[in-house]
């Protein structure tokens, strides 16, 4: 409402204004380079107004004029981000792929686009890397480390590009170097171990990890946890870091047994079969250091009726398991009966051979020697390659993987990938060839 009453004043001030000039237009005369001139009020304003439209629009005309290359080079800027941006799309999608070559051609696109010269280098220097093609990867690794900004990347760029050389000796130099410099991250000292391990030397490998204990991912404290088993440094501290390894539990079944407190071993036992359905569990227990039958029968019977609850869960490696230590308590027709509850069509060499040594000691029991189709025994797989092995491992023999061989039964997740490019990317070792 005051607006409009403003308003409203206003346009009666300029009409009152107007109407008086109209009427009193009076004469105005002024000398100018010996002319005399004369004109009236609303004369002299219309020429002001004239003179100041021509210099408003001359303006205007002259920044118009100023502005074009800037307009061009908004105009230029727009179409290529529009172009970045699409690029940057097959980019993702490329990069979830794995497609060296496409990522090439869109990383110069985008440098081309964004005139960005630190990501488009590191993509470069990444899909070299996936290509196998070392003299481009350091060419643009080079280039990277002129920016003293991204330091920490050109120093794990060096580290990956050494080791894909197979230079273990350069990157062991390097990689102390770096785990000085720092003294906390998980990568370097990860990475160090990861060498000592590929030489066998359990013991620095360990030490490496153990300095970083406290920071660690869940992945590298399952590695320490392992590392402990082998260098014996202290399995019960192991299966604190991590209760994923079917090796750690092992040992820990073991040393309590060592101790004599067998019904702490069997709750362990008892407590990780669910998730590990590993035979090789049942046979440490029932087993390790057993005297004769009769501490046989006493161990069983601390997991008989847990493991009872767990056939229907467990499937056949619990009947199997179970079998088995009735076989060792010399409960030959217990045993017979968990056998006979396994399909025929189902059995394995474990069970073929323990059905007869069960034959041969009971004479109830027979065993008809007929073709038999066994399937295949159940045998520890490494996550990355696929490759078989009789037995753990914590380095495949196959693709030099650390901590990659799992059992086929387990039903705990790990943090083991099979995709190319992840694992390329997460572990640089996986191609690593082996070390003599």
């Known amino acids: 409402m005051i607006t409009i009453i403003k308003f409203f004043i206003i346009i009666i001030?300029?009409?009152?204004?107007?109407?008086?000039?109209?009427?009193?237009?009076?004469?105005?005369?002024?000398?100018?380079?010996?002319?005399?001139?004369?004109?009236?009020?609303?004369?002299?304003?219309?020429?002001?107004?004239?003179l100041v439209i021509t210099i408003i629009f001359c303006l205007s005309f002259t920044r118009k004029i100023k502005n074009i290359p800037r307009e061009f080079r908004i105009s230029k800027q727009e179409k290529n981000l529009?172009?970045?941006?699409?690029?940057?799309?097959s980019l993702a999608y490329n990069l979830f792929l794995g497609n060296a070559d496409e990522l090439q051609k869109d990383t110069r696109k985008v440098k081309k686009y964004l005139n960005n010269d630190f990501f488009s280098n590191f993509l470069l220097f990444q899909s070299s890397l996936i290509q196998n093609n070392l003299i481009e990867s350091k060419k643009y690794l080079k280039i990277l480390k002129t920016n003293d900004q991204y330091i920490y990347l050109t120093n794990r760029a060096e580290v990956i590009i050494l080791i894909k050389e197979n230079d273990i000796d350069?990157?062991?130099?390097?990689?102390?170097?770096?785990?000085?410099?720092?003294?906390?991250?998980?990568?370097?000292?990860?990475?160090?171990?990861?060498?000592?391990?590929?030489e066998e030397n359990w013991i620095k490998a360990h030490d490496i990890l153990e300095k970083?204990?406290?920071?660690?991912?869940?992945?590298?404290?399952?590695?320490?946890a392992n590392l402990k088993v082998l260098t014996q440094k202290n399995v019960v501290e192991a299966l604190v870091m991590s209760n994923s390894s079917i090796i750690v539990m092992k040992e820990n079944i073991k040393h309590y047994i060592d101790n004599s407190n067998i019904k702490k071993a069997s709750q362990l036992l008892i407590k990780s079969w669910p998730n590990f359905l590993c035979f090789e569990l049942v046979e440490s227990f029932m087993g390790?250091?057993?005297?004769?039958?009769?501490?046989?029968?006493?161990?069983?019977?601390?997991?008989?009726?847990?493991?009872?609850?767990?056939?229907?869960?467990?499937?056949?490696e619990t009947k199997l398991s179970l079998a088995f230590a009735c076989y060792k308590s010399s409960l030959w027709g217990e045993a017979q009966n968990f056998l006979d509850k396994i399909s025929i069509d189902k059995w394995d060499l474990r069970v073929l051979e323990l059905y007869k040594k069960l034959s041969v000691e009971s004479n109830k029991i027979k065993f008809k020697d007929h073709d038999i189709n066994l399937i295949p025994s159940p045998l520890w797989i490494c996550s990355v390659c696929k490759a078989e092995s009789k037995k753990w491992e914590y380095v495949c023999k196959n693709c030099q993987s650390i901590d990659s061989i799992q059992w086929p039964k387990v039903r705990v997740s790990f943090d083991n990938k099979i995709d190319f490019y992840y694992e390329f990317l997460k572990n640089s070792f996986r191609q690593l060839p082996k070390v003599n």
């Open 82 to 89: 529009v172009n970045a941006s699409k690029t940057l799309d």
């Open 170 to 198: 350069t990157a062991k130099k390097v990689l102390k170097q770096y785990c000085k410099e720092y003294p906390k991250d998980n990568w370097f000292h990860e990475k160090l171990s990861t060498v000592y391990s590929l």
């Open 212 to 224: 970083v204990k406290k920071v660690i991912s869940n992945e590298n404290k399952r590695k320490l």
């Open 13 to 50: 001030l300029v009409s009152s204004s107007v109407v008086w000039l109209t009427n009193n237009p009076g004469t105005l005369t002024f000398l100018w380079n010996n002319y005399l001139i004369e004109t009236n009020s609303l004369g002299l304003i219309f020429s002001i107004l004239v």
């Open 288 to 316: 390790y250091k057993s005297k004769n039958s009769k501490d046989c029968l006493m161990r069983y019977k601390l997991i008989s009726r847990n493991f009872k609850k767990f056939i229907n869960y467990g499937g056949n």
